[in-house]
């Protein structure tokens, strides 16, 4: 059974940081892009980071770049979402997500990773206020 588990979130001042961290298990990691999502009460649930197969392209919202870095290691069957100089718009629940399509690109070079099959975890709170 494919399980997803996060873990790591918070509560920060802002300008903070937090590390997140999804755990995967009962499918075959390797072969998933990875991404994590974060969803505000009110709003839409959206895309916050995403990370190709291999570990090799990377894509973010634009409010995040330069701020937040996904990571993936799939000797361990994990994800990362490393969050810097945390503000309070960041507050939310983030889920990491395996196989949701994800575009990325190299230079003048662009594609798009899927999966079939997609799974979600159940979330962390990442709470940012002083």
């Known amino acids: 059974q494919a399980q997803l588990v996060e873990s790591g979130g918070g509560l920060v001042q802002p300008g903070g940081s937090l590390r997140l961290s999804c755990a995967a298990s009962?499918?075959?990691?390797?072969?998933?892009?990875m991404s994590w999502y974060r969803q505000s009460p009110g709003k839409e649930r959206e895309l916050v980071a995403g990370?190709?197969?291999?570990?090799?392209?990377?894509t973010y919202k634009d409010v995040v770049k330069g701020r937040f870095t996904i990571s993936r290691d799939n000797a361990k069957n994990s994800v990362y979402l490393q969050m810097t100089n945390l503000k309070r718009d960041d507050t939310a629940v983030y889920y990491c997500?395996?196989?949701?399509?994800?575009?990325?690109?190299?230079?003048?070079?662009?594609?798009?990773?899927?999966?079939?099959?997609?799974?979600w975890g159940q979330g962390t709170q990442v709470t940012v206020s002083s």
């Open positions: 009962g499918f075959d990691f390797q072969n998933y892009p």
């Open positions: 997500n395996a196989g949701s399509e994800i575009t990325v690109s190299s230079g003048d070079f662009q594609f798009t990773e899927r999966h079939e099959s997609e799974y």
């Open positions: 990370i190709s197969k291999g570990g090799g392209y990377t």
